[in-house]
């Protein structure tokens, strides 16, 4: 089986990035980060991506306010470096609708809540975990998906759960969330790699899931 080329577009501390290069580094994952790609260009995750050698780049609104010319150095990157997965980890950024067309059911996105709840236009961050407590829910956590045309709306991959506390702040909550999300980001990419992600409508299968993820 061919080596997966992934990208990781990231914003910010790039925590999720990390999970990922410590489980390829394990060759938990039979993958290579090829690009990180930065929609800052003080995120954090960048430093993290030259520690291990990993190429990174900033494409965003500072460097390319034009949405087109934006989306056209996306394309012309990826295709460089024949990118099979794109990975988006706290990426607070919308992508082109061309690219999400080009790499249909090929990027996957985590989100901070159980979606169909807490998501969409708005909700990233602590907003989510505000939101969560606001609401006075009895169970949040994590989800990752693949990335349509909409905001949150993909086709769900896999999903974790954590329990919220009356004494929860917001950081406690993105804590523990954080926490599922680096256990569910690895897992997916994995079984991506191992071409056992099948899409069929709204829903995505599973196959062989006895198997397991090998973690």
């Known amino acids: 089986m061919e080596t997966l080329r992934i990208a990781v577009f990231i914003s910010g501390g790039g925590t ?15 993958g290579k980060i090829a690009l990180v790609i930065s929609s800052r260009e ?34 012309e990157v990826l295709e460089d470096k024949e990118i099979d997965l794109i990975v988006l980890a706290g990426y607070l950024s919308i992508l082109g609708k061309r690219v999400v067309q080009k790499y249909k059911n ?6 901070p809540a159980l979606i169909p709840s807490f998501c969409g236009k708005g ?7 505000q939101a969560v407590l606001d609401y ?19 086709p769900i991959i896999l999903q974790g759960v954590v329990e919220v506390h009356e004494e ?3 950081e406690i909550l993105g804590k523990k969330v954080l926490a599922v999300e680096h256990e569910l980001l690895p897992k997916a990419v994995t079984l991506f790699a191992q071409g056992r992600l099948k899409v069929e409508g709204r829903k995505v299968r599973i196959i062989d899931s006895q198997r397991g993820y090998s973690f």
Request: no cysteine.
């Open 168 to 170: 929860d702040s917001v």
């Open 42 to 75: 003080n995120a954090y995750g960048l430093i993290r991506a030259k520690a291990h050698n990993i190429e990174g780049m900033i494409i965003g609104k500072t460097n390319y306010p034009n949405m087109d010319e934006r989306e056209n150095r996306m394309i």
């Open 136 to 154: 006075g829910v009895k169970i949040t956590g994590a989800t990752v998906h693949f990335v349509d045309e909409g905001t949150d709306t993909g």
């Open 106 to 111: 090929r990027i996957i996105n985590v989100h």
């Open 16 to 30: 999720n990035l990390q999970s990922l290069i410590d489980h390829i580094e394990k060759s938990k994952i039979n």
């Open 123 to 129: 909700f990233h961050g602590e907003k989510v975990h």
